[in-house]
């Protein structure tokens, strides 16, 4: 019995698969599918795969031409799999020409023909293309624009600002004086202050809005901006670009499932000496907040904001909550320069991202047997940019709510800033 092996994603499943398919089984007896894991493909540049791995599987399964599937998840994985299932052929599309004449060791390759005219990452750009605009006034809108390329079927069509650091020509090209009217979605990074109204006018106006964390200063305005954004079925998205980076995701996973027994302390700094236009505690607070509130929920009994200004401009903070069970606290500003690492500390161990976490491929979970600890690396494109970018259009399209950051994150971090506007349980050093 001849045995052949193929790989692919799969996504919306299209004739140039079923074809490739067909042409695969022809070559021997028996043919195996894997189709590859969400991760994976993220480390592979795919990011924005639109259906899910079962969903996938699923629609391979229905064209009846595997004889069986199974899910590719790890680089070299396929000489894992040729071994084990004593493969004779390993077939893929011409786009992988001389990719995998390395397998050749193993078994026979063949590169069949790839169908002219189809491929998934057309379908999904045909499906939708997302005008969005950006508005505001920072240089981190080039940053955005660059990693939107990355994004199937999401443009960016317009611009809005009055900053000059908006050095990518290409983007000063899409400058208008109307952003909301030409777009289908807003990206907003704009001074806190004009939040309310910059994401209010965009709601009402039909515009999904995409918002730098915090939403609004004021708890009440965060809350009214999110039922609005329901009432009007439209997606309201709060950005901390770190809840997109892949180690992020996976360590909130490996504690919630008690690798580090129960969470006893978390301590997160997050400090520059790069001033910017509007206060440290609104542009670092909501990331070193979000491993807190993520973690330990938002009923925290107490608080102290402890906070030092040198005549009026906001050097630092910090802020000490008490939980039930636990304790944590925030360093953040952006006059003050300390180490910008993130701890985690439980009762069987603690969880360690060197500085800067806020951008982090990596970390580590370390025990009181130094022999136990475990290191885990993540791929980190575009630092979360894009797999926010990705989560974004993703909701408009589906309608659903595939955010990172809990509505319940999102109220706690307005409150916060309230209360720090508002002077209330603050002490100043
Ligand atoms: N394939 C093909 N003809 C096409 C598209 C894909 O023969 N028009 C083959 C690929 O060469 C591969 C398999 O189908 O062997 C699975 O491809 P996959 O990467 O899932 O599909 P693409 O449409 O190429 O996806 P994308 O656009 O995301 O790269």
Redesign the pocket.
Known sequence: MVKVI??????LL?Y??I??LERAKALGDYLIVGVTADDFDKTRG?IN?QQSLMERIEAVQNTGIADEIIVEEYEGQKIDDIRKNNIDIFT?????KGKFDYLNEYCQVIY???????????IRAENREIELGLIGDSAFLNKVFEESKYVNGLKVSALQTKKSSIMNKELRKCSRNRVIDDSDAIYIRSKPTLHYNQIKNALMTGKHVLCESPISLNMKQTEELFSLAREKKLVLMEAIKTAYATAFSRLILLIKGGKIGDIVSIDATCTSLNKTDWHGICEWAPTALLPIFELLGTNFEKKIITHLDENGVDLFTKIDFVFDNAVASIKVGDGVKSEGELIISGTKGYLYIPAPWWKTDYFEIRYENSNDNQRYFYQLDGEGIRYELVAFSRAIESGKVISNIKYETSIAISKIMEDYFTKKDIKYI
């Open positions: 193929t790989y692919g994603t799969y996504d299209h140039g698969h074809r490739l795919k795969v893929v599309g011409s786009d992988w069949l023909d790839r169908t002219e005219g189809v491929s998934s990452t057309e």
